[in-house]
């Protein structure tokens, strides 16, 4: 069997055994292509199974070297990567073909990117007028409080919409939050924050501690999508750039805080990071407005 006959008999596994997307499918097929095709040129000829289970580790950093060369990127080889050792757990299930040298390969890290947050005057605008998508008191007054909370406590939207009537707190007490990987944070409360959600709960439909705190039109829990939507068409009136998403608030919650002088360890909390070293992307940020702020200013920019 040669290398091309393994990487189509792979493809149709891939599709009707684990019913992976046609998508998926074509970009696997296209990803081994690019490597077998490398091969061909590194060994001399078109490989084979024989071949395949006698590469070193030399040969795949030679690959992907030589896709640094052409320009991709980490991400991009990091995929491809993926596609290859896939292609080789299939090889060594069904053909025999083990090769430890694939396993050995570091995945190619791929940067993450600086969150890209609103300035503040933007960040205050999306809450303050985005009701005014809508003819609906009820629903003016469920987005202002959505938005408003998003900015204000810098929660993911995901953490929003999970919220019961029961989790609101009373008086002067702070918000309790359910975040990923089930730990739980608390979050203060601005009083503008405090002030819209009681201007929502005084038109929400369902009054009962265990109904959600925002509601679809129908009645039941408000889906990420809607919110997702709303926020796009204001972006699109509005002139505001791409990225200005719902979770671009909670970008812009920690990174107007940093720039206001909170510490990393505090915003660290307030966000419900893990690791400190996620928090600190915003400081990369707030860096960058910084030499923006320099460029325009300084007369010798």
Known sequence: MTGEEARIAFLDWFGRERRAARLTVDAYGSDLSQFLGFLTHHLG????????????????RAWLAAMAAEGAGNAT???????????????????????????????????????????????????????????????????????TLLYGCGLRIAEALSLDLRDVPRADAPLRVMGKGSKERIVPMLPAVREAIAAWLRLHPRPAPDAPLFLGARGKRLNPAIAQRTMRVYREQNGLPQHATPHALRHSFATHLLAGGADLRSIQELLGHASLSTTQRYTAVDEARLLEVWRKAHPRA
């Open 77 to 147: 080889r990091a995929r491809h990567l993926s596609a290859v050792r896939s292609f080789f757990r299939w090889l060594a299930r069904r053909q025999g073909v083990d090769n430890p040298a694939v396993r050995l390969i570091t995945t190619p890290r791929s940067k993450r990117p600086v969150p890209r947050a609103l300035p503040p005057p933007q960040a205050r605008a999306v809450a303050e007028e985005v009701a005014e998508l809508s003819d609906s008191a009820a629903i003016q007054a469920r987005d202002t409080a959505l938005f």
């Open 45 to 60: 000829g078109e490989p084979d199974l024989p071949a395949l289970a006698a590469l070193r580790q030399a040969d795949f």
